[in-house]
């Protein structure tokens, strides 16, 4: 009797041991994937292409919290060059600068926005 709850208890702290294992490696994998993004869209060369507006959309959604609710607004251009299509999250001044079948130089770093002439 001693020795199956001997056992049981030694299959259940494996078992822990291989779930906390697990959960450490999942967590560096996401740990690194967010560093590797933050590097490419910050400290990464900027681009530079000529492009051209192929899309602007926005996406409107309520928050609400404790002490109330608002509106929010995402603006989302979306640029054709070199055969690539890329979306970019920018500010309404930025969206409300630019109309659709514009051609410029823009100019980006990973997946941020800098400019676009």
Request: proline share 0%; net charge neutral.
């Amino acid at each position: 009797m001693l020795d199956t709850v001997i056992k049981v208890k030694s299959k259940i702290v494996w078992s822990e041991m291989v779930l906390q294992i697990f959960v450490g490696i999942l967590f560096l994998v996401i740990l690194i994937g967010l560093v590797i993004r933050l590097f490419k869209d910050y400290a990464g060369k900027t681009k530079t292409v000529m492009a051209t507006l192929a899309n602007k959309s926005d996406f409107s959604y309520e928050v609400v919290s404790k002490f109330g609710s608002s509106e929010k607004t995402n603006y989302t251009l979306t640029f054709e060059f070199e055969g690539i299509t890329k979306e970019f999250s920018v500010s309404y001044f930025v969206y409300d600068s630019f109309e659709i079948g514009e051609s410029g130089i823009l100019k980006f770093k990973g997946n941020r926005y800098i400019d676009f002439q």
